[in-house]
């Protein structure tokens, strides 16, 4: 067996270089990228579309669900996701005069993505697309295309084009508001700090490898996170793991959550985290295995956890939150010993209609 051979065996090779690229990912879309988004951002501002809706699905629909609460916290528009098959599969043609279609996908080669934008188009909408291609027929049929500058990605687990697509569509957002994306300029150096740290994250692993199933929660802006943490647990791990945001798991799933019930609380540094207080306070009640990701404090007052650097705007903060949540579901994966760029029965592009 070659050297070339014996290293690409390895399982998990190419999904642990693919999360390290990710501090250099993210100083590409500052230093590279940023202009052209702030560009196309004041272009579609111009024409003052009067709301948006995202499109999108997997790991980009988390991205486009953090794109959903920037655009209603930070520009004061309603914003919403689309059901896709109303246009697919049931011919359903809205009036999309004067709103803009943000689709968001990291290869843009999924068909139903790309008729669905399509048929928007010919509604009237503003469409942008953002995506990883920018030569993907989803690029091709939008009026406005952001390219994400993430690199190929081959290890079917996203990881580098998730935290790219969050970085890319925070600049997007600023630039529709006349801001300069000032909190995200730090974020690379902070990125690598976090990912250093993954010997914490290793440790963390050993509560999960056997594991039954996972409860995954948080709120605001950190919502999209417990949503793509899950994802990626299931997807490399095949534990079942359930998203809540902190209020929906108030309204009946608590019911579930016993003393033996492993539960991952993602703690925003702000209006989120103090959004999350009063779950936090009934899942301690009820003897969970609490492991929060966030902040110091409330780790220091859950069973185990990783704390993020203080200080970031509660806005950014999902681009770092997702980090250490990567890892785990790459370290509880190698520990059950599977492997996490090959997980079974799925596809890098998958193609629904």
Known sequence: MSDQQTVSSVPGRIMAAE???QPAVLQRILDEGAPKIREI???IAARNPRFVLLTARGTSDNAAL?????IEVLLGKPAGLTSMSTTTAYGARPDLTDCLVI???QSGGSPDLVASTKAAREAGAITLAVTNNAGSPLAEVSEFHIDVLAGPEKALPATKT???ELLALYLFVEGLRGGDGSAAKDLPELAAAVLARQPEVKALAE???FAQRLVITSRGFGYPTAREAALKLMETTYIPASPFSGADLLHGPLAMVDNVSPVIAIVPDGKGGEALQPVLDRLRGRGADLVVVGQQSQVEAASAGFALPAGVPEEVQPILEILPLQQLAYEVTIARGQDPDAPRAL???TETH
Not at 66 to 70: R, S, T, V
Request: charged residues 25%; glycine residues 0%.
């Open 19 to 21: 999360m390290a690229e």
């Open 103 to 105: 689709t968001v996908s």
């Open 66 to 70: 953090y794109a959903k609460y920037l």
């Open 162 to 164: 998730y935290t790219a």
């Open 347 to 349: 596809a890098k592009v």
């Open 207 to 209: 509560r999960y490898r």
């Open 41 to 43: 951002a004041a272009e």
